[in-house]
């Protein structure tokens, strides 16, 4: 059942609108722009419908994405499937950039070693990514001291062979939505464990890994954070938290750690799950924390499965934003009114991915449509 509170959020679905949410799948084919919203309402991927959707706060856009669908490796006989990636940038948008250009080719790299798919795989393409930005970091290190303190949480789900692989590094977050047919009812379902010190789960593995160091979270204006800094235990990126020779001069004071370490501080290892994948499993929602600052797992799910698939992503940004205006007790069209940068006190960057699942495409061993690249915000 949808609650009368669900309902004033989902009534719209069923309206006409003047914002273009019933525009058909051929005319974004590279997505659209309205303001600082970009979305791609639909497309198809080798499993079924895609939704994608970004909103900037920033002054420049943190968050990246992106959707690719076809041959995971070089060779089209390999495994086919599709990838989506969403980077979360923080300190900065280079390293999210980085990611979205190199973390998939590192996927491909790898699958098409072993011409098969594998969370090790998934493993070996962040590490090789991490490796790189902290070389490039090493090489810009005297004229591009900052890039020390960038990062990027990364969140990525890769359909495959029958099998769903979610790997997420940060605490951004892959929801599904699975049909419960004796309640006859789409249940969320978290499928990425998060890495913030908000949780003590956390905050125990860091007192674990660090145990000499009683400072390494910290209740600060009743946020914890590792040594005080960073709410993210994982990223990639932030070279100055994991390697010692990056925390000093040049490196503004304001980056840098006052205590001296010798481990990494922070890991860039995914956590990584993989299942399979039945005919109950209807829909994915990869989003970043922007969004699940103002939707629950379960909101979100009931919103996807009450409303029209096209322009879905965009549908639950929307919502989010209209969340953020109420908590400030403004109207969300003043909201949209407010420009980049100051736009970053009522809410964050949001990406929003949301992948249908057909069933029937999904168990195929091999997809002959066209393949899919596309990048959030382009």
């Known amino acids: 059942m949808v609650t009368a509170t669900l309902m004033k959020i989902v009534s719209p679905c069923f309206k006409p609108s003047d914002e273009g949410e019933n ?17 791609k309402d639909l497309g198809r991927h080798v499993g079924g419908d895609f939704s994608m959707a970004v909103v900037q706060a920033n002054n420049l856009l943190e968050d990246q994405s992106q959707l690719e669908s076809g041959p995971m490796g070089s060779l089209e006989t390999g495994p086919q499937g599709t990838f989506v990636g969403v980077y979360d940038g923080h300190g900065g948008p280079e390293a999210a950039q980085f990611v979205n250009d190199h973390l998939f080719n590192n996927i491909k790299k790898f699958t098409s070693e072993s011409q098969a798919m594998s969370a090790d795989i998934i493993n070996k393409a962040f590490m090789a990514t991490e490796e790189e930005f902290l070389s490039l970091v090493k090489k810009q290190w005297l004229d591009q001291p900052q890039l020390a303190s960038v990062g990027s949480c990364c969140l990525v789900g890769i359909i495959c062979s029958g099998l769903l692989y979610i790997a997420n590094a940060g605490d951004s977050r892959a929801v599904l939505g699975r049909l419960e047919k004796t309640v006859k009812q789409v249940k969320a379902i978290q499928l990425s464990i998060e890495h913030n010190a908000s949780y003590e789960s956390v905050r125990e593995e860091l007192q674990l890994l660090h145990p000499d160091d009683p400072q390494i979270v910290v209740l600060k204006h009743k946020v914890w954070r590792v040594k005080g800094v960073i709410q993210v235990s994982r990223s990639i990126g932030d070279a100055y938290m994991k390697r010692a020779e990056f925390n000093r001069e040049p490196l503004l004071p304001k980056f840098r750690l006052l205590e001296p370490f010798h481990n990494p501080i922070l890991r860039a290892e995914p956590t990584i799950s993989v299942q399979k994948l039945f005919p109950e499993d209807k ?14 797992n379960q909101q979100a799910v009931d919103i996807v499965q009450s409303c029209p698939r096209n322009g879905i992503a965009r549908k639950l940004v929307k919502v989010a934003l209209r969340d953020a205006a109420k908590k400030r007790e403004m109207r969300y069209s003043d909201l949209k009114k407010i420009d980049r940068g100051v736009r970053r006190h009522f809410h964050d960057d949001i990406t929003v991915v949301v992948l249908f699942l057909d069933s029937h495409l999904i168990s195929r061993s091999f997809w002959r449509g066209p393949h899919i690249s596309i990048k959030g915000g382009d």
Do not use: K
């Not at 722009?33 to 979305?39: A, M």
């Not at 970043?288 to 103002?294: A, F, K, M, N, V």
């Open 23 to 39: 525009s058909g799948r051929c005319g974004d084919a590279n997505g659209r722009v309205d303001g600082l919203l970009w979305y």
């Open 283 to 296: 829909f994915l929602i990869f989003a970043s924390d922007g969004l699940w600052e103002h939707l629950t």
